[in-house]
């Protein structure tokens, strides 16, 4: 079954600290793996995404990295702001034109906060 | 102003009744989705359109049902076989099929009691 696995459920940082949530997937077909972040009582929100080409992507503080021999991948959030506490999904889905295969599978999600 | 509208944002019903959930976007995609969200499960699949007058269910399908008679349109009904009806409803949509790239809408929250 494909799966993506997300961890760890929670996360308390200290501002200015570094988040880290992991996840891990199964299927090696999946070549596409974004992040999204979710406010509570909205939507959530494309953060970052990466492809198995790269290691890292960074977008400001938020940064992916990607070990495609470990079938793991983690968003690293740098000098974490009290904004940033949301819930963050990782998702993971491959490139097939149409049909089920490339819905997104999506983890469990980790609940992020940041203490000021 | 581009986006994705869910209406309304809270909404209430009766135990066996179906309801319907409204979903609109005007970024002119192909596909859009409907998801289920309930506390520490994520999001799950419930159906997806990847173009009019077509759609395919996903992971949680039953007892739910959907229509995409227009391309800025997806709408939602929660029938009363849904055993389990009561969370956070989530529409999606991107510009093609295959699900890369999806913009969500605010959500609505439904309570059945």
């Known amino acids: 079954q494909q799966q993506v696995k997300q961890s760890p459920q929670s996360l308390i940082v200290q501002k200015g600290g570094i988040s880290i949530i992991n996840c891990a997937y199964e299927?090696?077909?999946?070549?596409?793996f974004p992040w999204y972040q979710q406010f509570p009582g909205k939507g959530p929100a494309l953060l970052i995404a990466i492809r198995p080409d790269v290691s890292e992507k960074k977008e400001g503080r938020f940064t992916i990295s990607f070990n495609k021999s470990a079938k793991q991948f983690s968003l690293h959030i740098m000098d974490s702001q009290p904004g940033d506490s949301a819930t963050y999904f990782c998702?993971?889905?491959?490139?097939?034109?149409?049909?089920?295969?490339?819905?997104?599978?999506f983890g469990k999600g980790t609940k992020l906060s940041v203490k000021p | 102003d581009g986006g994705i509208t869910q209406s309304p944002k809270y909404l209430f019903r009766k135990e066996g009744q179906n309801v319907t959930l409204s979903c609109e976007q005007n970024l002119n995609h192909d596909a859009m989705y409907w998801y289920r969200q309930d506390p520490g499960q994520g999001l799950r699949l419930i159906y997806y359109?990847?173009?009019?007058?077509?759609?395919q269910k996903g992971d949680i399908a039953e007892g739910y049902s959907v229509s995409r008679e227009k391309k800025e349109s997806f709408p939602l009904t929660v029938t009363s076989a849904q055993k389990n009806p009561t969370a956070f409803y989530l529409c999606?949509?991107?510009?093609?099929?295959?699900?890369?790239?999806?913009?969500f809408g605010p959500g609505t929250r439904l309570t059945v009691t």
């Open positions: 299927n090696t077909a999946f070549d596409y």
């Open positions: 998702a993971a889905s491959m490139s097939t034109y149409g049909g089920s295969q490339g819905n997104l599978i």
């Open positions: 999606a949509s991107s510009i093609a099929p295959g699900g890369r790239e999806q913009y």
């Open positions: 359109s990847q173009i009019v007058n077509d759609f």
